[in-house]
T-cell receptor
Framework: AQSVTQPDIHITVSEGASLELRCNYSYGATPYLFWYVQSPGQGLQLLLKYFSGDTLVQGIKGFEAEFKRSQSSFNLRKPSVHWSDAAEYFCAVGAGYGQNFVFGPGTRLSVLP | NAGVTQTPKFRILKIGQSMTLQCTQDMNHNYMYWYRQDPGMGLKLIYYSVGAGITDKGEVPNGYNVSRSTTEDFPLRLELAAPSQTSVYFC??????????????FGQGTRLTVV
């Protein structure tokens, strides 16, 4: 069965600093990979997705992620964080009958002014 | 464009009460899902449906029931509410595409407290 780990429960960065959120997955075949963001009291919004092809994918709000098959990783990056990026970030893998989505536990991002 | 709509947004239930969380989508998506979100646990799949008339259990189905009589609607039923069902519930949908690989679209969530 597929699983997703996000090693960092909470990360704090200063505004303008770079950001990397880690995600590792376990799945026997080529996975479909996603990053979602959740602002307080809101639903989940898709940041970016990887299905196939170029392993570096661009998303909304200046985010990018790189798929590394050898490391079973799909880390999210942003070169310069804005205060509005403070939120919870979820990595997910989608696969199987019904295209089920398995989510990691999430990483909460705080941004210092 | 409404997307995925959940009602209610908030609800307080007493132990043993029942209720139905409503979910409707206007994107003609085949797949629909119910997740619960608990702090530090991510989202856990309760039930899912691949089309009208077809439902299946996810990771944490106990205490819940679903039905899918139409493509648009996927209600979640709690028959005997328990404190362990205090959570935030999210409904989601995704289209079926040849070869797979589709993203999920989420509703705004229902915050349920069982006291």
């Amino acid at each position: 069965a597929q699983s997703v780990t996000q090693p960092d429960i909470h990360i704090t960065v200063s505004e303008g600093a770079s950001l990397e959120l880690r995600c590792n997955y376990s799945y026997g075949a080529t996975p479909y990979l996603f990053w979602y963001v959740q602002s307080p009291g809101q639903g989940l919004q898709l940041l970016l997705k990887y299905f196939s092809g170029d392993t570096l994918v661009q998303g909304i709000k200046g985010f990018e992620a790189e798929f590394k098959r050898s490391q079973s990783s799909f880390n999210l990056r942003k070169p310069s964080v804005h205060w509005s990026d403070a939120a919870e970030y979820f990595c997910a893998v989608g696969a199987g009958y019904g295209q089920n989505f398995v989510f990691g536990p999430g990483t909460r991002l705080s941004v210092l002014p | 464009n409404a997307g995925v709509t959940q009602t209610p947004k908030f609800r307080i239930l007493k132990i043993g009460q029942s209720m139905t969380l409503q979910c409707t989508q206007d994107m003609n998506h085949n797949y629909m899902y119910w997740y619960r979100q608990d702090p530090g646990m991510g989202l856990k799949l309760i039930y899912y449906s691949v089309g009208a008339g077809i439902t299946d259990k996810g990771e944490v189905p106990n205490g819940y029931n679903v039905s899918r009589s139409t493509t648009e609607d996927f209600p979640l039923r709690l028959e005997l509410a328990a404190p362990s069902q205090t959570s935030v519930y999210f409904c989601a949908s995704s289209p079926r595409r040849q070869g797979g690989g589709t993203e999920a679209f989420f509703g705004q969530g229902t915050r349920l407290t069982v006291v």
